[in-house]
């Protein structure tokens, strides 16, 4: 039976490399998509938002229940309502001319608290910011990054260049600075 496990562990690591290998090429081909896009689209969210659960482990039963991924399909439900409400090609300026009572349209057709609304369009504005910074690099010929730390690296270096004083104001008021 030591066999058996020893042989099940080496399949099993074998897929693990192989899903870290795919989401790191998505990763490169998510940049390059965004520094090589001029603005940050409600569809270029919705289909990542998409892409994020096709992965094959939200298919396998008991994996869908994550907290990740139940919140990723919170997520979906908003942004295609909003997508339907709103239309494809809004962008985060658009967003941020949101009031409170189309807030509360998009809470009632898409049956999801207010509070989930705004989570879902802090999400888009965050990836939103994240396009300005790769674009931003790109522009002045700097390295794009091609992992998670290298895109935490580039936030932390180039987003307050990016970033609107009335964005910067709203980051030092969550943060208590």
Known sequence: ???????????QDKF???EKDKQAAKLI???????NTPTYTLKMFADEVDEQLSSWKTKIPGMGGTNEIKAAKE?????????TQLGSGISAGDIANLDRKQKLKLSIACDKP?????????LFRQ????????????????????DQAGLNMA??????????NQEKKELRKAFGN
């Open 114 to 122: 207010l509070d989930d609304i705004n989570r879902v369009l802090a």
């Open 16 to 18: 693990t490399q192989r």
């Open 127 to 146: 990836m939103e910011i994240m396009h300005r910074i790769l674009r931003y690099r790109k522009e002045n010929g700097m390295t794009l990054p091609t």
């Open 1 to 11: 039976s030591s066999e058996r496990s020893g042989v099940f562990g080496w399949v």
């Open 29 to 35: 081909d998510q940049i390059n998509l965004m520094a």
């Open 75 to 83: 997520s979906q439900a908003v942004v295609k309502e909003m997508l």
């Open 155 to 164: 936030m932390q270096q180039d987003g307050m260049k990016v970033m609107t």
